[in-house]
């Protein structure tokens, strides 16, 4: 069984940053994708970043130039850092991995960004 735990989440100023964390553990295969994904209240659950195995990625228009994402192949961790954060940011942000015919979900961790 895959677990995703996250953590990093928290309240925030506009302009501010934080950094998102996601530990994957069980049988993960060596070619998969792991990413972030953000659903705000009342939105649907929305694409922010995607980085492949090969550390290709993808951002949403909304995030580029603004958030980061990255990779420890080793640990199957991924990061999202994000900078110069919005109040428009603020959501519920949720880990990833998809593998070839599976796929997983973190817990969530909450974003808050005031203005």
């Known amino acids: 069984q895959v677990r995703l735990v996250e953590s990093g989440g928290g309240l925030v100023q506009a302009g501010g940053s934080l950094r998102l964390s996601c530990a994957a553990s069980?049988?993960?295969?060596?070619?998969?994708?792991m990413g972030w994904y953000r659903q705000a209240p009342g939105k649907q659950r929305e694409l922010v970043a995607i980085?492949?195995?090969?550390?290709?990625?993808n951002y949403a228009d909304s995030v580029k130039g603004r958030f980061t994402i990255s990779r420890d192949g080793a640990q199957n961790t991924v990061y999202l850092q994000m900078n110069s954060l919005k109040p428009e940011d603020t959501a519920v942000y949720y880990c990833?991995?998809?593998?070839?015919?599976?796929?997983?979900w973190g817990q969530g961790t909450q974003v808050t960004v005031s203005s």
């Open positions: 069980g049988s993960i295969i060596s070619s998969n994708v």
């Open positions: 980085i492949t195995s090969g550390l290709s990625t």
């Open positions: 990833n991995l998809k593998l070839p015919f599976l796929g997983y």
